[in-house]
């Protein structure tokens, strides 16, 4: 991240100042993708939009645009204490009681700036599943998630973008209507090749009914595989798609008689090193590898470990033992 030095903004309600970061680049290098369109890593700066003002004798809501510029500094280089001393804003941000405050008051003047409030809502209810993907809302963080998803499936269900389609196809996923998330994403049928990665991914999530917010870099492509003669579906990982170096499998587990995904090799615990020559020459130190395979594959039901690989393209049905499965298409 580049910077070239800070605004020293007022707010436009009354005197308290904010100290702003003027970036003049960033990378998104190791950064985390998120469904919901959120993006977080090492080199992504905290760039806050809408304030609620610090000062408690004011605590009226702004726009970043709409604050006075009153100087522009080099770093740590400050013409009076007074601007030395203004708000950081990198180290602002605003929260879900803040921005239901924000809408409950009006503060929106039109609807692009209700999407932009309604957007940071939706990630900052979602930050508590990023945090902790076991988090439980409380009665009244579930209605008020749901109400904010519902006005902003309205505010984006008359636009014909892909993007958007996309979007609201994860916003009906996110309130738990998976039929609708389909219906929408079995639409789309003009994607790039990004945007097809996003829908088969979303579909993937919607198919096995998991409502939560996903990191787009971690959640796998899956498919269903459904046996001919009795019906009996599940839904696997799909190997082909999957750009992993713990090189994932399906397992079959004969205790439980199950089918389930795990990776067959695990990140090297060991410390790097180097061979030396001697070493090279004669073979007798095998090169450092980043993954060495893993020695506990265990059934995530049972925690047994009678494991089989198993093909469902290619093996018979696991519970009528006569079918064979066919893969079930799910994208167009």
């Known amino acids: 991240m580049k910077i070239s030095g800070y605004e020293i903004v007022s707010c436009p309600f009354c005197s308290q100042l904010y100290r702003n970061q003027i970036i003049l680049s960033f990378n998104t290098f190791d950064s985390s993708y998120f469904s919901d369109g959120h993006i977080e890593g090492p080199y992504i700066p905290n760039m806050p939009s809408i304030i609620k003002c610090v000062n408690k004798n004011c605590g009226k809501f702004f726009n970043i645009k709409e604050a006075k510029i009153m100087a522009k500094v080099d770093d740590h280089k400050y013409v009076s204490s007074e601007w030395e001393s203004a708000y950081y804003l990198e180290e602002y941000k605003i929260g879900t009681n803040e921005l239901e405050e924000a809408l409950a008051i009006g503060f929106c003047k039109d609807d692009q700036q209700e999407i932009a409030v309604r957007i940071l809502l939706l990630r900052r209810y979602n930050d508590f599943f990023r945090k902790d993907k076991n988090y439980k809302f409380s009665s009244e963080e579930k209605e008020a998630f749901i109400r904010n998803l519902d006005r902003l499936i309205e505010l984006h269900e008359n636009e014909s973008t892909t993007g958007t389609k996309l979007f609201l196809a994860e916003l009906y996923r996110e309130k738990n209507d998976f039929d609708l998330c389909i219906e929408i994403l079995n639409g789309i049928t003009n994607e790039n090749e990004d945007e097809k990665t996003i829908k088969e991914k979303i579909y993937s999530q919607a198919k ?95 925690n047994g470990t009678d494991l089989e690989i198993f093909n469902p393209e290619n093996q018979n049905c696991i519970k009528c033992r006569k079918g064979n499965y066919n893969v079930e298409k799910w994208f167009n």
């Open 208 to 302: 096995i009914k998991d409502a939560k917010v996903f990191n787009v870099k971690v959640i796998a492509i899956k498919k269903e595989f459904k046996c001919n003669n009795c019906g009996d579906s599940f839904i696997l990982f799909d190997l082909s798609k999957m750009n992993n170096s713990l090189d994932y499998k399906h397992y079959r587990c004969r205790i439980e008689n199950r089918v389930f995904n795990a990776a067959s090799k695990e990140n090297n615990p060991g410390s790097y090193y180097r061979l030396t020559r001697l070493q090279k020459l004669f073979r007798i130190k095998k090169p450092y590898q980043d993954t060495i395979p893993k020695k506990n594959i265990v059934c995530p039901t049972c």
